[in-house]
Each structure stands twice: as C-alpha cells, then as structure tokens.
C-alpha cells in the first residue's frame, strides 16, 4: 500500500513505518524484505539497486506489452519516474557491452537525476 501511494522510492524500513504509523501494526523489516522479494519476482514491484529502496511497478494494471522498464531516480528526494526504452536500443547496448567483454547482468537502468522540482529549488536558493 504504501509503495501505491508514494511517489518516491522506499526502504524497507520505511515501509515498516509506514504499516506502524499509518496502519497500526509492526510488522518486521525482515517480513517487509520477504514481501518486497514476492513482489518483485511477480514484477509488481521493483528494487532500485542505486537507490537501495523500492517502488511499485507503474504498469501493474496494465495488460498489453510494454518497453523496457528502466529508472530515474532524483539524487535529492529519491522521487522516481519509470520510463521505457526500446527493445532495439536494449539490444544495442547489450551488443556493445559483449563486444568489451563484458555481460549484461540486468536489463534495468537507473540513471541517477535531480527532479524539476529540486532544481528549481537549488535555482531558488542560489539567488
């Protein structure tokens, strides 16, 4: 519940804030991190390795084909935004990368960003 709501990545502690805070029950980081791995091996949610946090799948209603899910993730406020990139330009990378000897470990990119909105709060503060 907590990962639908929030428009920013979250820990699993944070999670277990969330259920105490606003739900009214503890529940167990431990649990928390089994819950999360359920989720993202049903691809409802997914774990941002740069972040260390998680956030919901933005197309768990969905039930057509989509792009490549990959990440932006705002250094400031960790707000994420998940967008797709083709299959084609997936492919090419992976290609690039065989070719220096290397292998693809995953096909998810996070690209660490700052949001609109603290940029425009680092604008602010500089003037």
Same mark, same amino acid.
């Given at each position: 519940m907590g990962l639908l709501e929030s428009d920013k990545a979250l820990s699993a502690y944070e999670l277990t804030e969330f259920c105490r805070d606003r739900l009214g029950f503890d529940l167990l980081p431990m649990?928390?991190?089994r819950i999360l791995e359920f989720l993202e091996g049903e691809h409802l949610a997914h774990r941002l390795n740069l972040a260390?946090?998680?956030?919901?799948?933005?197309?768990i209603t &969905?039930? =057509?084909?989509?792009? #490549?899910?990959?990440?932006?993730?705002c250094k400031e &406020?960790? =707000?994420?935004?998940? #967008?797709?990139?083709?299959?084609?330009?997936?492919?090419?990378?992976e290609k690039a990368i065989d070719e220096a000897g290397f292998?693809?470990?995953?096909?998810?990119?996070?690209?660490?960003?700052?949001c609109d909105e603290c940029s425009r709060e680092e604008t602010i503060e500089e003037t």
């Open positions: 649990s928390v991190y260390n946090k998680y956030v919901a799948c933005s197309h &969905c039930d =057509h084909e989509h792009d #490549v899910p990959q990440f932006l993730i &406020c960790f =707000h994420v935004e998940e #967008v797709g990139l083709k299959r084609t330009f997936i492919n090419t990378l292998h693809l470990a995953s096909h998810q990119i996070e690209l660490d960003c700052v």
